[in-house]
């Protein structure tokens, strides 16, 4: 063949190899230099596969899964990547925060960058603030808009709740109650870690058992405030389920109701949206609005709050209780142990979603988990473009505001992307798109 002929001809016209001292030593070198080249990589990929394997096995055990090892939904690959190892960070996070609470917001690698830099650390990218379709990451992009053909993956949730109850415990944590909050045992704040006594009449706020103790609904609502939602025709749907929740008591006006519906089971209020609007109650009139503004939700709704994340608002989220009393409602004040946010931000944080501070939307999301067979999410959407490149706003009923995007202690972007990720794995459904009346 004509390839055999060409190099035996070439073999034909090269001079006789001979074999003098200076060729041989070229030889040795050459021979030698490849040995070393052989031996490094080696080493190299044993350092790796052992390094992964200690990894994995410390994660394993972290994330306790010693009844069953194949409980995971985690994708360790994903894990593996925060450069530091949890201890020692929280530890050093406690220190920093009491000596500098700064922190520069890039201070965690973005999950999209590659690692391969020229030795500086790569900036983050805050997608949030995108206004173009096209920018919007594949996550985003490739999130079907209603999808028929989504089911729930039974199996996965009950490994997934299984596992979210031997991590954060929301059953127990989710609600202060009288059992769980005795008398004259202690709180932490969940920002400076202070101490706070519980007192008697404190305790006699709380309710005995948590009232959703032994309840599971069959489906749970989520509804953020996100601009998505605006004319979705999404209301009937959320109004369908069993149990519907809500953010920052946001406004269920009768002209927001076609799409953001008109129940709710339970509104989370936050302390600075007190500060805010009602002056932390400092008057009676602020109270009268506050109540005017409870009127538009059930009369069993929950109040639900977390006055032990720092101390600033503890006194007026308090007060929610008792002027609900005063006023005969029916409305029922209820308060989160500070410990669960410290446990789902180091569950989350272990699932690569690394955040200073969870938002209540994340956390809202893994209680109902526990709470609900079918969790069905409205109005979650980090960016002021839809999926058809028009503007959106970040808030359905407030103009303004856009503060979440550029808050530095939340990554909102990044939990979305893990939302995504359990909605393909059928655990949560994300409704980013317009609905349907089914009849
Ligand atoms: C766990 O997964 C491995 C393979 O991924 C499989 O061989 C093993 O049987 C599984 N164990 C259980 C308890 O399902
Ligand atoms: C884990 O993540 C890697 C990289 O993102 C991906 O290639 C792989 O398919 C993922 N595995 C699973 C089981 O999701
Ligand atoms: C990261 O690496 C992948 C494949 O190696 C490449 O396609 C992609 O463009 C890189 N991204 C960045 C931001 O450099
Ligand atoms: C590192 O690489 C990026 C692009 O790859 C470049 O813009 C930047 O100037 C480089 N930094 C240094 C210190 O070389
Ligand atoms: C989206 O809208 C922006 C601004 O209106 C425009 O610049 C951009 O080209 C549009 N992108 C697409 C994919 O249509
Ligand atoms: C449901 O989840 C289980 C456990 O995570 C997994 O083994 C199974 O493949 C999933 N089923 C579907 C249809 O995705
Ligand atoms: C709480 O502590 C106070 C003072 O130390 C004590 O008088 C009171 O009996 C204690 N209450 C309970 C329920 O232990
Ligand atoms: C958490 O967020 C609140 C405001 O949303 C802020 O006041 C507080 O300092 C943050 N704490 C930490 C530890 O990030
Ligand atoms: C929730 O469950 C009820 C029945 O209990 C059903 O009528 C309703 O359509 C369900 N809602 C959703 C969004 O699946
Ligand atoms: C609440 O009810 C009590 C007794 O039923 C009554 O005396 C009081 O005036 C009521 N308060 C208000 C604000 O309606
Ligand atoms: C985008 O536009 C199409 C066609 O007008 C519509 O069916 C779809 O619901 C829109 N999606 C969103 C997220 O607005």
């Known amino acids: 063949m004509g390839f055999r002929q060409a190099t035996g001809r070439r073999i034909g016209t090269a001079p006789p190899f001979t074999m003098d001292t200076r060729r041989l030593f070229y030889v040795l ?55 530091r190892s949890p201890k020692p960070s929280r530890r050093r996070r406690r220190r920093q925060s009491n000596s500098a609470p700064k922190e520069p917001q890039n201070i965690f690698p973005s999950p999209h960058t590659n690692a391969s830099t020229n030795g500086t650390k790569p900036k983050y990218k805050r997608l949030s603030d995108e206004e173009d379709w096209n920018n919007l990451p594949d996550f985003a992009k490739s999130l079907p808009d209603n999808d028929p053909n989504f089911k729930f993956n039974w199996t996965g949730l009950i490994e997934f709740r299984d596992l979210l109850e031997r991590e954060v415990r929301s059953s127990d944590l989710f609600v202060m109650t009288q059992r769980n909050t005795p008398v004259n045992s202690t709180v932490r704040y969940f920002v400076d870690k202070s101490r706070y006594v519980i007192t008697d009449e404190l305790n006699r706020k709380l309710p005995k058992e948590s009232p959703f103790a032994d309840k599971r609904f069959r489906n749970c609502s989520i509804v953020g405030s ?49 500060r805010e609007k009602w002056r932390k109650f400092r008057t009676d009139y602020n109270i009268h609005r506050f109540m005017g503004h409870l009127d538009q939700y059930d009369p069993d709704v929950y109040i639900w709050s977390q006055p032990f994340t720092s101390s600033t608002h503890t006194n007026a989220l308090l007060q929610i209780h008792d002027i609900l009393r005063i006023h005969n409602k029916t409305q029922r004040a209820i308060y989160n142990r500070p410990e669960h946010q410290g446990l789902a931000r ?34 979650f959407w980090p960016w002021l473009v839809d999926k058809n490149n028009s503007t959106i706003r970040y808030h ?44």
């Open 346 to 379: 180091s569950f989350w944080r272990r699932q690569g979603v690394y955040e200073m501070n969870l938002t209540s939307g994340l956390l809202m999301v893994t209680t109902a988990i526990a709470l609900c067979d079918e969790v069905y999410i409205y109005g």
């Open 29 to 83: 070198v050459l021979f030698m230099a490849a040995m070393v080249v052989f031996m490094w990589t080696y080493t190299i990929q044993i350092n790796i596969t052992y390094t992964d394997n200690v990894k994995t096995s410390l994660l394993q055990s972290q994330n306790q899964f010693i009844r069953n090892q194949n409980v995971s939904i985690v994708n360790v690959s994903k894990v593996v990547d925060p450069p």
């Open 226 to 274: 996100g601009g998505i939602l605006s004319n979705s025709n999404c209301g009937k749907q959320i109004d369908s389920a069993r149990f519907i929740i809500r953010f920052n008591v946001a406004p269920v006006m009768p002209e927001y109701r076609r799409d953001i519906g008109s129940r709710t089971s339970l509104v989370t209020c936050n302390g600075d949206r007190l």
């Open 396 to 439: 359905y009923a407030h103009r303004g505001i856009t503060g979440g995007l550029r808050n530095r202690w939340h990554h909102i972007d990044r939990e979305f992307e893990k939302l995504t990720e359990l909605h393909h794995k059928g655990l949560i459904k994300l409704v980013t798109g317009k609905c349907q009346d089914k009849e």
